[in-house]
């Protein structure tokens, strides 16, 4: 009787469902039925209903009942629902055989009727809140193209096959207002305010750039499925050009400039000293696309958006400037740099604890080298011998002082300032000459280092020592050597991987690849011969110069201590050449010893070389 009883159930359900005034598809309602069945135990419905290759299959007394109460319902469909069910539920029993209450099988019905039904409204909503969520998402992403133009690649005849399908498949990642995109998109330096207060670099969002990723198609470009794209930040240098020289439209980009207290071309060298009138433009662009084609983009659109003013752009993306976050293996030269330092860290570990241990007995010399604990107090005693000079070293600290605050005064021009112009004006005033005049605290340490090998010298040969120059040129190239070397392989293999950002390959990246090159001329103590932008670790030019003259000194004062008076006059002859040669020099190539507002760089670097 229960399963009679639920075949009923499913096939008033299955009646009810069919398309009157085309509602509900006859499709759907087998589904229905078949679903409401399926929450019932024993619910066979083999002989009643069954839809199979999509033709309804029931028995002779269930598909003469089904025929008569879809006539009647189509007929009467303003006829009370409940009167209706009664009388078919009192004609099936009378064909079957069955006793089925009417009231229990029309409230079951009614029940599980207004659940299919329920559920295919919610279905037909969800499906209109999707497609009215989609439409309002792409209008959002139209909208946010048209205020900021994404990085679009894709026109680009000369770009990779791979980098223009990953940049069509971006901006259709952006319409759809994609995740992925919005972050590659958002990542991108955009036009912000004070312009004409010099803030022009827009750097972007360096981290959020490197941790995008997404899997592509690749359009068979690399024979694989799917192909994970990287977000890739692209640091663009732009250099304005007005076409003629308009009072107006100069005041303005002297205020976009900052008034020029550094004035930078195009090609000059940025690794040292800021380019202070480009423009720095962080781009996230997908990992597929090179260099060159992010330069030929960034030129097409700011020459597009110039069209017509008279206006145009120079553009520079420089391969090291472009960086994807990757685990890239270490190289032979990181290896052993790790190796070097890894030892010296342990030995000198190993000397410390030994030299702890045995401080109540006499420890061996060698073993104890290392030690901390002895270097350490060695190095902050301030004990000195009657024949030391001590104000000397006192004026070599306010030296070392003063130029590391001219060095540092120079560097913070790197920083994407909002307010560049106050800072520019703060390097006018008078007081920052003292941060200016970075050679008349390089010039003093030559002039000690001189003296005092001089004192040295000279109060060695009146108490009539020998003097073995080759000891003297063997125990300051121990001296000096090896923590030059030590320094060397750090700033070249070791910091590099210590950091990252938009403008670390120019300042540290770049600089280690020229030490990887020329590190042997700072070790020969020559590297002062081939100019500041070739020259590794240029804070150490004056190590080249005072090691060659400490090369000649033993002879100057050789000949001044065995020919006094010969030896003052050829001095002074070397003083009046040196004078009037670097007078020349200046004069001629327009070299600038100090930093002047508005100076040029190209003239600073011909002046440190």
């Not at 006499?362 to 104890?368: G, T």
């Not at 941060?435 to 002039?447: C, M, N, Q, V």
Request: aromatic share 12%; charged share 20%.
């Amino acid at each position: 009787m229960r399963n009679k009883g639920i075949t009923l159930l499913c096939l008033l359900l299955a009646v009810f469902s069919r398309p009157y005034p085309g509602i509900y598809a006859l499709d759907a309602t087998n589904h229905a039925a078949a679903a409401t069945c399926s929450l019932k135990d024993n619910c066979d419905l083999n002989d009643q209903l069954l839809t199979v290759g999509g033709e309804k299959k029931v028995g002779d007394s269930a598909k003469h009942l089904e025929g008569k109460i879809a006539s009647v319902f189509e007929d009467k469909v303003n006829y009370s629902m409940q009167i209706f069910a009664e009388e078919t539920i009192l004609e099936y029993n009378a064909l079957e055989g069955t006793n089925i209450s009417a009231a229990s099988a029309l409230s079951n019905f009614t029940h599980q009727f207004t659940l299919v039904k329920s559920k295919e409204d919610d279905d037909n909503d969800d499906d209109d809140v999707i497609e009215s969520e989609r439409e309002y998402l792409y209008s959002i992403g139209q909208k946010l193209i048209s205020i900021g133009k994404p990085f679009d690649a894709s026109r680009n005849p000369d770009a990779s096959e791979l980098c223009r399908l990953h940049t069509r498949q971006f901006m259709e990642g952006l319409n759809n207002f994609d995740l992925w995109a919005l972050k590659l998109h958002d990542s991108t330096g955009k036009l912000n305010s004070g312009i004409l207060n010099g803030n022009i670099n827009q750097l972007g969002d360096f981290d959020q750039c490197l941790r995008v990723q997404h899997q592509m198609a690749d359009g068979g470009a690399t024979g694989a499925a799917n192909v994970e794209m990287k977000g890739q930040y692209c640091l663009a240098y732009a250099q304005p050009e007005l076409p003629h020289k308009s009072k107006r439209l100069q005041t303005f980009f002297n205020m976009v400039r900052s008034h020029g207290p550094f004035r930078s071309e195009f090609d000059d060298p940025g690794h040292r000293v800021p380019r202070f009138f480009l423009i720095n433009w962080g781009i996230c662009v997908p990992s597929s696309c090179s260099h060159k084609d992010v330069e030929y983009t960034v030129r097409e659109y700011l020459n597009n958006v110039t069209e017509s003013t008279g206006v145009s752009f120079k553009v520079r993306v420089e391969p090291q400037m472009c960086q994807v976050k990757d685990n890239k293996p270490w190289d032979s030269g990181t290896v052993w740099a790790v190796r070097f330092f890894t030892i010296i860290l342990s030995i000198t570990i190993l000397s410390t604890v030994y030299h702890v241990c045995t401080k109540n007995k006499k420890p061996n010399d060698w073993l104890v080298a290392f030690s901390l604990d002895k270097n350490l107090r060695w190095l902050f005693n301030t004990s000195s011998s009657p024949e030391d000079i001590e104000a000397v070293h006192g004026l070599r600290l306010l030296n070392a002082v003063m130029l590391l605050f001219s060095h540092k005064s120079m560097a913070i021009f790197f920083n994407p300032y909002d307010n560049r112009t106050e800072m520019a004006e703060a390097l006018g005033q008078p007081w920052t000459v003292v941060g200016r005049a970075a050679s008349l605290y390089t010039d003093p340490f030559l002039l000690f280092s001189g003296m005092l090998t001089a004192y040295s010298f000279f109060g060695r040969l009146n108490k009539g020592q020998t003097i073995k120059l080759k000891n003297e040129y063997i125990n300051r190239f121990i001296r000096i050597v090896p923590p030059l070397g030590a320094l060397i392989l750090f700033c070249t293999f070791i910091l590099p991987m210590l950091g990252s950002g938009p403008q670390w390959n120019l300042v540290v990246g770049h600089h280690a690849d020229i030490c990887k090159k020329n590190w042997w001329r700072n070790l020969l103590f020559i590297h002062n011969y081939f100019g500041f932008s070739n020259m590794c670790l240029t804070h150490t030019h004056h190590l080249g110069i005072d090691t060659q003259l400490f090369a000649v000194a033993p002879f100057m004062i050789f000949a001044m201590w065995k020919w006094p008076r010969k030896g003052a006059m050829a001095l002074v002859a070397l003083a009046l050449i040196a004078t009037f040669g670097r007078y020349y020099v200046t004069v001629f190539y327009e070299l600038s010893n100090y930093i002047y507002f508005g100076t040029n760089i190209k003239r600073l670097f011909r002046t440190a070389d």
